[in-house]
């Protein structure tokens, strides 16, 4: 948030956005970690269901981080070749 207050317009969009993505990314992880402490504490066997919708809450969270890091890689580089 720091960098997008810097900058206006789609650029600023864009800086922030992928900071509150962040925040969503560190949400999907607490969600996971709960979920999987009480598989510890109450094992049992998990339906196909919960299987597909822990997979889809992990490629979401690792999408969001993966993409938020490349994206403030390449505006990184970008800024530095242009100063």
Not at 6 to 25: R, T
Not at 35 to 55: D, E, G, Q, V
Request: hydrophobic share 55%; proline share 1%.
């Amino acid at each position: 948030m720091e960098v997008a207050s810097k900058y206006h317009g789609l650029i600023h969009c864009f800086l922030a956005l992928l900071a509150w993505s962040q925040l969503l990314a560190w949400l999907l992880d607490i969600i996971e970690n709960l979920y999987l402490l009480s598989l510890i504490k109450n094992p049992k066997i998990i339906t196909s269901f919960f299987f597909i919708c822990y997979r889809v809450l992990e490629i979401l969270k690792w999408g969001l981080s993966l993409g938020g890091f490349l994206s403030a890689l390449g505006f990184a580089l970008y800024l530095h070749c242009l100063y």
